[in-house]
Each structure stands twice: as structure tokens, then as C-alpha cells.
């Protein structure tokens, strides 16, 4: 998949985007905001959709749009879900889910207000606000990043250090990729370009190759090719994944919608985690080159790094300053950012429901 490559380029695009359409002037440290919280940003929510249904007068329901990081898949399940399942409009919001692709940057159509809603990283958050992309974090679908480093089985892999004198097929400029480099002190990787097509790989043994513990090993295993994975959590990297993010613009216009949304898109993930063969086919329909089997297979993957003993305590898709600060100061360490910022600015757990 080309995903880690959209990653890189959607922050450059969205910069540009804001600074010709002057979104530019609602953000960053220049814009007002809410106070910050140990929490990260706190806005004090109005009346939420979900109070106005609850009125003796029907009321009409609030459009919002949500733009997916890339096609539709298990990864986005939580969401799917809540659309499925009626829980958006059951907390007044009308809700439309676009997929995303390589040549579509969910930060550029956030930034641009032609969606309100976008999926993506901390790290690549922390980066748009450094270049005036004013988005805020609201919820993390996955508490660690799900990519892996992939390698053939009978390799003797055995952690990061192992690495020494590897090729590696990876995409350039990949951030988790840059700390791992940087912390284990790989000077002599042969670096290869991955071009989202798993061949190369393949046929060079001794190699090992970026992607999804959710994707690639089920693509590779259909192939009758057995892998083993480390997993880019486990090098120290502490990237939120999955961000559910907005503008500090929109948070600060609407924010019973955000509240109705962040909070029925929990309400979808605890659905999906107990019910996702039947939600997956409600995704193909967005997807139609996704089977319905690869996604049962990314849904079990993917279950341990959305619920653990963190968000079973604080509910699904907490966040916390230290993480945050966390990725911050790695980023700095590798030349992703050029300065500390303020990053209780770069999210908010105001709106999540505790368990």
C-alpha cells in the first residue's frame, strides 16, 4: 500500500492549501483557541444534537462530513459502524463517509472546510500545525500505530538491532522509519524505494519490508509466503493512530456536533469490536475491491491495539499529554519538527464518554 506515501506528501499539500485559501488565519498560535487542559484543548460544549433529539420537537439533523485516510477498510470499522448502526443520527448528526486514496489528503479537505472530519496520525497533526494547519485531535482509534516491518520467517530477526546491513523496502522520508534509524543506529541499512507492490520482497530473502500487521501478512499468506513482523510500536515509537481530527475553526463553530461525533463514533468501535463480520460487509459496499475475509482478519488483528487496559478505564480513543509531548520530542530528535510547540493545543479528550 501507498498509504505511508500520502502520509508525506498530505501535510506539504495541506500547507499550501491553507496559505492560498488564508485558512491559515484561523490557526495555529496566531488563532484563537480554547484554554488548554491537561486534557489538551477544552471547549465547553452547547446543547448537543443528541440533547436537541431528545426534545418533544423533531429536529433536523446536522450534516457532517468524515474524509477516511485511505480506501475503506477494518481499519475504519469503528465509524462504519455508527453508520451502519444509526448512532450518528441518533445524536442528530446526518453523517456522510468519503473514502480517501493516494491522490486524496484528508488534511487538505479538512483544512479547505470541504470535509469536517479526517483520519490521520499524531506525528503528521503535531507537523500540520507546525506549518499552520490548525487540527485537532479528538480521538485515537488506535493507541499504538499498527505497521510493522515484515521479514521472511526463517530470517534470523529478531528486533531492530538486527537490521545491520538488511535491504529494506521502505517508502523515503517515512517518520517512524527516521526514529528507528535514529535510535538503533542503522548507518549501513540498504534502503530500497517500496513502491506499494510486494514482489521485490519476495524474491530478496534476508530483506524485510514496511506495512500493516492488519494487511500485508494476510496478502503475503495468501500467497503461501510465511512472515514474522516487528512491530514499529514495540521500537518506542509512540504514535497515536487513527486520529479522528477537525479545525480549531470548526471546533470552536459547532461543538455539539463535534461531541455527538467524537462520541457516537466510540459507541461505533465498542459495536465493531463485538460485531465486525457483520459490519465488514456494510464496508465492501464502500470498497468493492476488499473482501469481506481481509477485513475479519484485520479486525482480529487490529483489537489489541484499540482496547487495552488504558482505554478499557478511559474509554476508546484516549489521549494523553504525555504521549503527545512523547511524540513530540521524538520528532524533534529526528528533524520532523523544527521547534517545540504548545501541544495541548494539538488535541482534546473533552468530548470522549469514559466507560
Not at 1 to 13: F, G, T
Not at 56 to 69: C, D, N, V, W, Y
Not at 121 to 142: C, K, N, S
Not at 149 to 160: A, M, P, S, T
Request: a negative charge; one cysteine or more.
Amino acid at each position: 500500500m501507498n498509504r505511508n506515501r500520502k502520509r508525506s506528501l498530505s501535510v506539504i499539500m495541506a500547507a499550501s492549501l491553507v496559505a492560498a485559501a488564508g485558512c491559515s488565519s484561523a490557526g495555529g498560535d496566531s488563532a484563537p483557541s480554547a484554554s488548554p487542559s491537561d486534557t489538551g484543548t477544552s471547549t465547553a460544549p452547547s446543547a448537543s444534537p443528541a440533547s436537541a433529539a431528545a426534545s418533544s420537537e423533531p429536529q433536523e439533523l446536522q450534516k457532517a462530513r468524515l474524509i477516511e485516510g485511505w480506501y475503506a477498510k477494518g481499519e475504519d470499522g469503528g465509524y462504519f459502524a455508527a453508520l451502519q448502526q444509526g448512532y450518528y443520527k441518533d445524536a442528530g448528526v446526518d453523517m456522510t463517509i468519503q473514502p480517501g486514496g493516494p491522490q486524496i489528503s484528508g488534511l487538505q479537505l479538512v483544512a479547505s472546510g470541504k470535509a469536517d472530519f479526517g483520519i490521520s496520525y499524531a506525528d503528521d497533526i503535531l507537523r500540520a500545525r507546525e506549518q499552520g494547519i490548525p487540527v485537532v485531535g479528538l480521538l485515537a482509534g488506535f493507541q499504538y500505530t499498527p505497521q510493522v516491518l515484515i521479514y521472511h520467517k526463517d530470517d534470523d530477526v529478531k528486533g531492530f538491532e538486527d537490521l545491520k546491513g538488511r535491504t529494506v523496502f521502505i517508502q523515503p522520508g517515512v517518520l517512524y522509519w527516521e526514529y528507528i534509524k535514529y535510535k538503533y543506529k542503522l548507518t549501513d541499512v540498504n534502503e530500497l524505494n517500496y513502491t506499494g507492490q510486494l514482489v521485490n520482497f519476495i524474491k530478496t530473502k534476508g530483506s524485510l519490508n514496511q506495512g500493516y500487521i492488519t494487511n500485508e501478512p494476510y496478502a503475503l499468506g495468501q500467497q503461501g509466503i510465511d512472515v514474522n513482523v516487528l512491530k514499529i510500536a514495540d521500537s518506542g515509537y509512540a504514535n497515536y493512530c487513527d486520529v479522528l481530527f477537525t479545525t480549531e475553526d470548526y471546533l470552536r463553530k459547532h461543538p455539539d456536533i463535534v461531541q455527538a461525533v467524537v462520541q457516537a463514533s466510540q459507541k461505533g468501535w465498542s459495536y465493531y469490536l463485538d460485531n465486525y463480520k457483520s459490519v465488514n460487509p456494510f464496508i465492501q459496499t464502500f470498497n468493492k475491491d476488499m473482501t469481506v475475509e481481509a477485513m475479519n482478519y484485520e479486525a482480529e488483528q487490529e483489537t489489541p491495539f484499540i482496547l487495552n487496559d488504558e482505554t478499557k478505564a478511559n474509554g476508546i480513543g484516549y489521549m494523553t499529554l504525555d504521549r503527545w509531548k512523547t511524540v513530540q520530542q521524538q520528532l524533534l530528535q529526528i528533524g520532523g519538527l523544527k521547534a517545540e510547540q504548545d501541544v495541548s493545543k494539538a488535541f482534546t479528550t473533552e468530548y470522549l464518554t469514559k466507560p
